[in-house]
Nanobody, 127 residues
Framework: QLQLVESGGGLVQPGGSLRLSCAAPGVALDSYNIGWFRHAPGKEREGVASLRGGYSGGTNFADSVRRRFTISRENDKDTVYLQMNSLKPEDTAIYYC???????????????????WGQGTQVTVSP
C-alpha cells in the first residue's frame, strides 16, 4: 500500500510560518487527491485542507485555517505542500497527509475518507 511521508514540522513562535511537505518517494502525486490533517492531544483528528488531483488543483480549507494556510503542488508533481502562515498556539498538533479514497469527494476533510497516512510531523507554536 502506498504510504506518504510528512516533513517540515518544527517549533515556531506565534505569527510565524512553516512549510510542510507530503511525498511518496518514487511516486508522482500530481494525479492524487491529497488531504492534510492534524491531531492535537486530547482532541479529535481535524481535517485542515484538501487538494484536488490534476491540473484543476481545486482546494478546500477548514474554517480554522482559512486565509492562513495554503495547500499546493507548485512545480513539483511529486510533493504536496502545506504552507502555514500566521500560526497560532491552537495550531500545535501532529500534522498528517493522506490520499483520498476512490469515489470520495476531493473536498472532503473527513479522516475516514482518506488512506495511506504517514507518520506525521510535529508542529509546535509557542512563545
Amino acid at each position: 500500500q502506498l504510504q506518504l511521508v510528512e516533513s517540515g514540522g518544527g517549533l515556531v513562535q506565534p505569527g510565524g510560518s512553516l512549510r510542510l511537505s507530503c511525498a511518496a518517494p518514487g511516486v508522482a502525486l500530481d494525479s492524487y487527491n491529497i488531504g492534510w490533517f492534524r491531531h492535537a492531544p486530547g482532541k479529535e483528528r481535524e481535517g485542515v485542507a484538501s487538494l484536488r488531483g490534476g491540473y484543476s488543483g481545486g482546494t478546500n480549507f477548514a474554517d480554522s485555517v482559512r486565509r492562513r494556510f495554503t495547500i499546493s503542488r507548485e512545480n513539483d508533481k511529486d510533493t504536496v505542500y502545506l504552507q502555514m502562515n500566521s500560526l497560532k498556539p491552537e495550531d500545535t498538533a501532529i500534522y498528517y497527509c493522506a490520499m483520498l479514497r476512490y469515489g470520495r469527494s476531493w473536498q472532503s476533510l473527513q479522516d475516514f475518507d482518506y488512506v495511506g497516512w504517514g507518520q506525521g510531523t510535529q508542529v509546535t507554536v509557542s512563545p
